[in-house]
Structure formats: C-alpha cells, structure tokens
Nanobody
Framework: QVQLVESGGGLVQAGGSLRLSCAAS????????MGWFRQAPGKEREFVAA????????WYADSVKGRFTISRDNAKNTVYLQMNSLKPEDTAVYYC???????????????WGQGTQVTVSS
C-alpha cells in the first residue's frame, strides 16, 4: 500500500492548461504502475491515463489522447498529469491511484488519493 496526495487542481478557462501532481509516500512507489481517473457529478469514475513503473509505457483514454500527458519522477515519488487544451467536459474530480498491474480498470488499483477538483469554464 502507498499513501497518495493529489494537488494542482483549480479553475481554468477552456483551452487552458493545468498540471496535476500526485505525491506518494513509501519506498515502493517506483514498483507500482500508476493511473489517473476522474469522476464528474452524476457519472461513474472513468480512466484517464496510466503509466508503468519505469515511465516508458503510457496509456490514455481516447477522450484525452493528444491533450493530456502522464509522467512520473521516481526519485521524487511523484506522478504528474499535464492537461492541455482543456474542455468544459474535462470538469471532474481527478484521482491518482496505484496498481499491482498496469490497467484501465479502477478495480485493479489498490491505493487512491483523495482527489483534486478541476473545473473548466466555457
């Protein structure tokens, strides 16, 4: 298990950018694939992006491909989500999570942060 704390959310106009950070505690961070998910009001939590333990494999949801970039710095125990060209439909609470195996499924992630709100105005 690992403890995760997200930061970097906020209010931004459509077309703008934000970078989310997820700081992890524990010595085993570098061994975990990491993911970002989001949940909008009244909707189910959905996959956004995932990265393997070394950072050389990344997956994205079709809705964010080409606009969002996931990365990690294992020396800093941190995973990032750079979000560009933001749209109002990107408005949601964003969560980072750690998994045993890289996955698009939320059920495969065993540790979750508390979430950070991202609001994109039109």
């Amino acid at each position: 298990q690992v403890q995760l704390v997200e930061s970097g959310g906020g209010l931004v106009q459509a077309g703008g950018s934000l970078r989310l950070s997820c700081a992890a505690s524990g010595r085993t961070f570098s061994s975990y694939p990491m993911g970002w998910f989001r949940q909008a009001p009244g909707k189910e939590r959905e996959f956004v992006a995932a990265i393997n333990w070394s950072g050389d494999v990344t997956w994205y949801a079709d809705s964010v491909k080409g606009r969002f970039t996931i990365s990690r710095d294992n020396a800093k125990n941190t995973v990032y989500l750079q979000m560009n060209s933001l749209k109002p439909e990107d408005t949601a609470v964003y969560y980072c999570a750690a998994a045993g195996l890289m996955s698009r499924l939320a059920s495969m992630y065993h540790s979750w942060g508390q979430g950070t709100q991202v609001t994109v105005s039109s």
